[in-house]
């Protein structure tokens, strides 16, 4: 059964500063997702990583994925409030495609 | 941008009752997936579907679950005797690639008393 664990769970930071949101998964994959939620609202996808090494960025996030280690991170530089949401990883099953099995994610709030 | 749609927003059921959920996916899309999302919980896979059949269901669709595309349009969820543990937001997704990126819908927040 594939296990996705990320921490930390909950993470209060000051804008400004910066952090890093790990990712691990327990069996091989080379295709994983950052998504952030918002409160009551749906999944937006932030970034598709599909090769070991992969790395991607947009803003002040900046997403990168070893699948040697199964470990993706997810680095917030110079934190803002807008920032702050619940941020998913998923990982596919190399079996089967976009069967995503999420970790619990980490909710962010950023204080001014 | 093209977006998959889902009706109602809320829905609020009487335990034993049949629900439908509905989602519009993104036109051009192929594969399309059920996922749910227990409140304070991660969100969790239900089914996947492609070329008019269900690709894979987890332990949570059982017999009381079911899917269909009535057209080419639309593709529905329905619960055919809802219990309490169904409470949970249902999201629609759909992608056109089995390995792209997958749109999810806004939800619909399903309520059993």
């Known amino acids: 059964e594939l296990k996705v664990e990320q921490n930390p769970l909950f993470l209060s930071m000051q804008e400004g500063k910066n952090y890093t949101i790990y990712c691990n998964y327990s069996t091989t994959s080379d295709r994983l997702y950052w998504y952030r939620q918002d409160p009551g609202k749906s999944l937006e996808s932030l970034f598709v990583?599909?090769?070991?090494?992969a790395v991607k960025q947009e803003g002040r996030l900046m997403a990168s994925l070893d699948t040697k280690a199964r470990l993706s991170t997810l680095h917030i530089t110079a934190a803002v409030h807008d920032l702050s949401a619940t941020y998913f990883c998923a990982v596919d099953h190399e079996t089967s495609g976009s069967r995503l099995t999420f970790g619990e994610g980490t909710q962010l709030t950023v204080n001014p | 941008e093209p977006e998959v749609t889902q009706t109602p927003s809320h829905q609020v059921t009487q335990m034993g009752q049949e629900v439908i959920l509905r989602c519009v996916p993104i036109?051009?899309?192929?594969?399309f997936y059920w996922y749910r999302q227990i409140l304070g919980q991660k969100v969790e896979f239900l089914v996947s579907f492609y070329n008019n059949e269900i690709s894979e269901k987890s332990e949570i669709f059982d017999d009381q679950f079911s899917v269909e595309r009535p057209d080419g349009s639309n593709f529905t969820l329905k619960i055919r005797s809802t219990k309490l543990e169904d409470s949970a937001m249902y999201f629609c997704a759909s992608t056109r690639d089995s390995n792209g990126k997958l749109f999810f819908g806004s939800g619909t927040q399903l309520s059993v008393l």
């Open positions: 036109s051009n899309h192929l594969y």
């Open positions: 990583l599909l090769s070991n090494g």
